[in-house]
T-cell receptor
Framework: AQSVTQLGSHVSVSEGALVLLRCNYSSSVPPYLFWYVQYPNQGLQLLLKYTSAATLVKGINGFEAEFKKSETSFHLTKPSAHMSDAAEYFCAVSESGNEKLTFGTGTRLTIIP | KAGVTQTPRYLIKTRGQQVTLSCSPISGHRSVSWYQQTPGQGLQFLFEYFSETQRNKGNFPGRFSGRQFSNSRSEMNVSTLELGDSALYLC?????????????FGEGSRLTVL
């Protein structure tokens, strides 16, 4: 069965500092990997996805993630945090061909002014 | 282009009652998925409908059911409500096909069971 593990349920960074949110996956088949963001009282929004075309994936709002098969990781980064980045971030995995996503437990990102 | 619309946004029910939640997908999207979000269990997949057929189902009891209409709108129903059913129920639509996993979520229906 496929799964994702997000290390750190809460992460705090200073405004302008590097954001690093960790995600490790487990899948018996080449995975589709995603990062979604959820702002308070809203649904989820897709930040970026990996579908084997390129290992470094760029998403919206300056975020990017690198797929590392040897480490089974798909960590999310942003060079410089902004106050508007405060939200909860979810890593997710999907088997090819269906819309059933398995989500991680989420990481709440707090930005310190 | 209008987003995914879920109604109602908030509702309160008592144990034993049943509830129906509605979801209107983005125009042109034929796949609708439902997820339950709770603080304890996180985001869990309920089911997915595509062209009025259930394509995938999560590990939820039979009290949870859904359907999709010919216009792609979807409803989910929970019967004999339990306290543990209190959650944010999220609907997501997608065009499916090569965009697997790219889900567009609504703002959710927050159900409180007393």
């Amino acid at each position: 069965a496929q799964s994702v593990t997000q290390l750190g349920s809460h992460v705090s960074v200073s405004e302008g500092a590097l954001v690093l949110l960790r995600c490790n996956y487990s899948s018996s088949v080449p995975p589709y990997l995603f990062w979604y963001v959820q702002y308070p009282n809203q649904g989820l929004q897709l930040l970026l996805k990996y579908t084997s075309a390129a290992t470094l994936v760029k998403g919206i709002n300056g975020f990017e993630a690198e797929f590392k098969k040897s480490e089974t990781s798909f960590h999310l980064t942003k060079p410089s945090a902004h106050m508007s980045d405060a939200a909860e971030y979810f890593c997710a995995v999907s088997e090819s061909g269906n819309e059933k996503l398995t989500f991680g437990t989420g990481t709440r990102l707090t930005i310190i002014p | 282009k209008a987003g995914v619309t879920q109604t109602p946004r908030y509702l309160i029910k008592t144990r034993g009652q049943q509830v129906t939640l509605s979801c209107s997908p983005i125009s042109g999207h034929r796949s609708v998925s439902w997820y339950q979000q709770t603080p304890g269990q996180g985001l869990q997949f309920l089911f997915e409908y595509f062209s009025e057929t259930q394509r995938n189902k999560g590990n939820f009891p039979g009290r949870f059911s859904g359907r999709q209409f010919s216009n792609s709108r979807s409803e989910m129903n929970v019967s004999t409500l339990e306290l543990g059913d209190s959650a944010l129920y999220l609907c997501a639509s997608s065009p499916r096909g090569r965009n697997t996993g790219e889900l567009f979520f609504g703002e959710g229906s927050r159900l409180t069971v007393l």
